[in-house]
């Protein structure tokens, strides 16, 4: 069964998000957004839904719309989505070692980049325009600058702490 599947969809849901924006086709990628905010990615009936409730789209054109742009995810996100950098200068200064720790800690491997119980999941990027703080990991929007191993480590202990105390 795929994580997927698991996912309830709440179609009440997905319909206030389409009348929110008047169930507008220009509004689309505003749509996925908010899908994407609810579900934290795109699951694939959702996009069939807005494809047959919207008139003038089709679900292909919404899932084309949906893996055009890097924002949106097809594949479920974890709770805490670390992106880890891997631009020159956090390639240089170490931002392998760092993602080991992470996969390791995380225990990712195989393509797999969110983690079983849905907490964390892992994406390297190009860049995130903080080259002077390389090597840069950041966490739910939050930025680790000067990151090791090490310290990758302790980071990412303080929340499995934190989410254990509830």
Same mark, same amino acid.
């Given at each position: 069964?795929? +994580?997927e599947?698991?996912?309830?969809?709440?179609?009440?849901?997905?319909?206030?998000?389409? !009348?929110?924006?008047?169930?507008?086709?220009s !509004?689309?990628?505003?749509?996925?957004?908010?899908?994407?905010? +609810?579900?934290?990615?795109?699951?694939?009936?959702?996009? =069939?839904?807005?494809?047959?409730?919207?008139?003038?789209? *089709?679900?292909? =054109? #919404?899932?084309?719309?949906? =893996?055009?742009?890097?924002?949106?995810?097809?594949?479920?996100?974890?709770?805490?989505?670390?992106?880890?950098?891997?631009?020159?200068?956090?390639?240089?200064?170490? *931002?392998?070692?760092?993602?080991?720790?992470?996969?390791?800690?995380?225990?990712?491997?195989d393509?797999?980049?969110? =983690?079983? !119980?849905?907490?964390?999941?892992?994406?390297t990027?190009? @860049?995130?325009?903080? @080259?002077g703080?390389?090597?840069?990991?950041?966490? %739910?929007?939050?930025?680790?600058?000067?990151?090791?191993?090490?310290?990758?480590? #302790? #980071?990412?202990?303080?929340?499995? %702490?934190?989410?254990?105390?509830?």
């Amino acid at each position: 069964m795929t +994580t997927e599947s698991q996912t309830k969809i709440d179609y009440s849901k997905v319909d206030e998000i389409i !009348n929110a924006y008047s169930g507008k086709k220009s !509004n689309l990628i505003a749509m996925l957004q908010k899908v994407q905010e +609810t579900y934290r990615y795109l699951p694939i009936d959702v996009m =069939t839904y807005i494809g047959t409730k919207i008139e003038g789209l *089709s679900p292909a =054109t #919404v899932y084309g719309v949906a =893996t055009f742009y890097a924002q949106f995810s097809l594949d479920p996100k974890g709770k805490y989505e670390i992106k880890v950098c891997d631009g020159t200068a956090c390639h240089v200064r170490g *931002s392998m070692p760092v993602l080991r720790a992470i996969t390791t800690k995380l225990g990712l491997k195989d393509g797999k980049f969110t =983690t079983d !119980n849905g907490l964390f999941s892992l994406e390297t990027v190009s @860049c995130l325009g903080a @080259c002077g703080l390389a090597p840069v990991v950041v966490i %739910n929007g939050k930025v680790y600058p000067q990151m090791t191993a090490d310290a990758i480590n #302790v #980071v990412v202990d303080t929340i499995i %702490n934190e989410e254990k105390e509830g």
